[in-house]
């Protein structure tokens, strides 16, 4: 399991995240880490660069976790926490942070063409479970079964 970095200002947040994070099988570490979890968000900033990073954000933060996105940082955790919010973007922030390292510089195919590939990659991972598939990629059910149903896929093993 990935390593986490939790830099946390309210201790009361960072007793729950960190209890959460360690049911779920996460080590939770104070150096070198594989992701970073923070509330303070100029923090953040500052490792969105070099370090897959998740910003905490309360219902009015929202629009400022927004801005942080757009600015390099992966996607935010939704206080009050949900059980299996925080393992998951966890697991989608790394596996983006691992297909941008990835990722080819001038493309020859089109998003559309490689998001084909890459669920189509994954449904045959998952033995064309749609469940285990969807939680593989990080999206829901039903946004797999549209994106399934877009690309003319039919429900056969190939």
């Not at 896929?153 to 190939?158: L, M, P, R, S, V």
């Amino acid at each position: 399991m990935p390593r986490v970095k939790l830099y946390i200002q309210q201790p009361r947040n960072e007793f729950t995240l960190k209890t959460l994070l360690e049911a779920h099988g996460y080590a939770v570490v104070t150096d070198i880490a594989d992701i970073l979890i923070t509330d303070d968000y100029t923090y953040a900033l500052k490792y969105a660069n070099s370090l897959p990073t998740l910003v905490l954000a309360t219902a009015q933060q929202i629009p400022q976790a927004v801005e942080l996105m757009k600015q390099g940082v992966y996607g935010y955790i939704f206080i009050p926490f949900q059980p299996n919010e925080a393992s998951m973007m966890i697991e989608r922030a790394l596996g983006l942070w691992n297909a941008g390292k990835n990722f080819p510089k001038n493309p020859s195919k089109s998003l559309i063409e490689m998001e084909k590939e890459i669920i189509l990659k994954t449904l045959a991972e998952c033995h064309y479970s749609r469940t285990k598939t969807a939680q593989k990629l990080g999206i829901g059910r039903n946004t797999l079964w549209r994106k399934l149903k877009k690309i003319n896929f039919e429900n056969k093993k190939q």
